[in-house]
């Protein structure tokens, strides 16, 4: 499996935000690696079949269907990172800024 990580809130910070993960997560998915795709993001399983049918979609979504969205993947995000379950983790240490700061401190 490709271990790529483009999300500049990783690089910038260590720590992942809601949607890193989904992309690596439809590849998974993609290639019929089920268990992979879940315990990359759980959200993979909702996401991929709405974007999918999205070109095909000819009504709007209501407002509170949009804002329960971001609260299901905020949330699903917060769990797994209290939970120590997301698989990048939380490595605030290693984020640029980080190692930026450490070069600037250092006597």
């Avoid at 879940?38 to 209501?62: D, I, N, Q, S």
């Avoid at 995000?77 to 980080?98: I, V, Y």
Wanted: hydrophobic residues 50%; proline residues 9%; glycine residues 8%.
């Amino acid at each position: 499996m490709l271990d790529v990580r483009a999300c500049p809130s990783w690089f910038a910070l260590g720590v992942p935000c809601p949607g890193c993960g989904l992309v690596r997560a439809t590849i998974a998915l993609a290639t019929g690696q089920f268990a992979e795709a879940c315990r990359l993001h759980p959200l993979v399983f909702v996401v991929v079949p709405v974007a999918l049918a999205e070109p095909f979609r000819r009504w709007r979504y209501p407002r509170a269907a949009a804002w329960a969205a971001v609260l299901v993947l905020v949330g699903t995000w917060a769990f797994r990172l209290a939970t120590g379950t997301h698989p990048d983790g939380l490595r605030p240490d290693q984020g640029a800024l980080a190692r930026g700061w450490s070069y600037v401190a250092a006597p």
